[in-house]
């Protein structure tokens, strides 16, 4: 137990407590700093790319959760049976999980690009006549990033429900079959049901995860955050404050500590949410 209690004390308070003090200081690479209260988070809150990493992380949990939760609950029911090709197919699936995020990004940007596959493509068949700036706009890098993002966690969160699927009772489904049920209402009535909690833990991952997201970002654009930074993260954004021979540790820590309400914010409403589902 002490033990323990020292591993965690050494790996996730001290370095926390560490994280708050530098917030509170205008410490930078080269020197400590000393103290200034609340000025890091006065100027964070006017700072517009600290709205826009706010706005892009948030919007990157709205748009990737969702997806996350069922699409490989939907791949997990599809292979959850037995045949030939089942081992091939959920290997194939999980492959994106263990690629290296530079492998990742460099098949990416090669189809993303003006001149990569799908540009080519589309306008082999006619279908556009300018190129689709998938890494360049704003919307349109932030969008392909969240496809970059489910891509790759889809055969991570397929293994967690195909764990969590071996434990409903093939029963029901027998069940189910006899009172007429089709496959999409035994999916809706007895799978889903069945993996409820299951569900209530991935959106707690993919949450933390997407709100974190750093690579998928970083690659695609470069390093540059797109245009301008439009498509700053508030990850990004510690890595552009906390590092460098002008880095700004303390106001880097400040960033973190409003990433840390936030997340544990949201991690109290989903905790919440799913505690009444499962009293109800």
Not at 172 to 195: N, R, S
Request: aromatic share 10%.
């Amino acid at each position: 137990m002490a033990l323990a209690l020292a591993v965690v004390g050494g790996f996730l308070v001290l370095p926390f407590l560490g994280t708050l003090r530098l917030s509170v200081t205008d410490a930078t690479l080269l020197r400590p700093g000393s103290f200034i209260g609340l000025e890091n988070f006065r100027d964070l809150f006017a700072d517009p790319r600290f709205r826009t990493a706010l706005l892009n992380s948030s919007l990157y949990v709205v748009c990737v959760v969702p997806f996350m939760m069922v699409l490989p609950l939907i791949l997990a029911a599809l292979l959850a049976k037995s045949g030939p090709l089942i081992g091939f197919f959920r290997t194939s699936m999980y492959l994106p999980v263990v690629m290296s995020s530079v492998v990742v990004g460099l098949i990416w940007t090669s189809l993303l690009d003006k001149r990569g596959l799908i540009n080519e493509s589309l306008a082999t068949l006619k279908a556009i006549t300018e190129p689709i700036p998938f890494l360049t706009d704003r919307w349109l890098l932030l969008f392909s990033a969240m496809v970059v993002t489910i891509w790759t966690g889809l055969g991570y969160y397929m293994v967690i429900y195909l764990s969590a699927l071996a434990n409903i009772d093939p029963a029901l489904y027998e069940a189910a079959a006899l009172d007429g049920a089709g496959t999409v209402q035994q999916f809706l009535h007895v799978t889903m049901p069945g993996v409820r909690s299951t569900m209530g833990l991935i959106g707690i991952l993919s949450s933390v995860a997407a709100f974190r997201v750093f690579g998928e970002i970083y690659v695609l654009s470069n390093g540059t955050g797109g245009v301008g930074g439009q498509d700053l993260t508030m990850t990004m954004l510690i890595q552009l404050e906390g590092t460098g021979l002008q880095a700004r540790t303390g106001y880097a820590a400040a960033i973190s500590m409003v990433m840390f309400v936030v997340l544990g914010t949201l991690l109290a409403v989903q905790l919440y949410a799913q505690n009444r589902g499962d009293e109800q």
